[in-house]
Structures are given as structure tokens and as C-alpha cells.
């Protein structure tokens, strides 16, 4: 199964905060790619901030992506598909 992304919101200090099709939403620290080819555009202008779902992953302007099988493996989990909410520090809540 190919896991895709659905939406993506960004968030300060480089990170992104990722909706999959299975219904998880994740935080992705993207500050590791930040020195690295052309990852380190985002820094520029602000462009970090225009991250947008384009073909099931995460895409910026000037043809810039993360593939959505790294974004989902190098991602921590906040939220699953049955409405539990994953607080550090404290116990699992359900809603």
C-alpha cells in the first residue's frame, strides 16, 4: 500500500504538520534537510511556508518534494485515525 499525503500545514522552526490517507496526522521535522541540495531554497523568501499536497506528497515551488514514504517513517505521530490524541509527557486521551 502506497501511503499518501492529503494535507499539510506548516508550521514554525521547519516543520510540517502532515495528514495521511490513513487518517494519522504526523509532525515532520524538515530542519535536517535544510542543508542539503535543494532543500536549502526553503530557507529563502520564506518559501518553507508554501509547502502544498500535489501527487499523494508534500511539494514547495521549483519542482521541490519529499517522497511520502519519508515523510510518513520520519514523522512522529500526534493524532490517530480513532480520534486519540498523543500528548508527550502525559496519558493517551480519547475524544
Request: aromatic share 12%; net charge negative.
Amino acid at each position: 500500500m502506497q501511503i499518501k499525503v492529503i494535507a499539510v500545514k506548516p508550521l514554525d522552526d521547519y516543520q510540517l504538520e502532515i495528514t495521511f490517507d490513513t487518517g494519522e496526522i504526523k509532525i515532520f521535522d524538515c530542519k535536517y534537510l535544510l542543508s542539503q541540495g535543494v532543500f536549502q531554497q526553503l530557507k529563502k523568501n520564506n518559501l518553507f511556508k508554501f509547502a502544498r499536497v500535489e501527487y499523494g506528497t508534500v511539494t514547495w515551488p521549483n519542482d521541490i518534494d519529499i517522497a511520502p514514504d519519508t515523510l510518513y517513517l520520519s514523522s512522529e505521530l500526534i493524532n490517530l485515525p480513532d480520534k486519540t490524541v498523543l500528548i508527550p509527557n502525559e496519558q493517551t486521551k480519547k475524544y
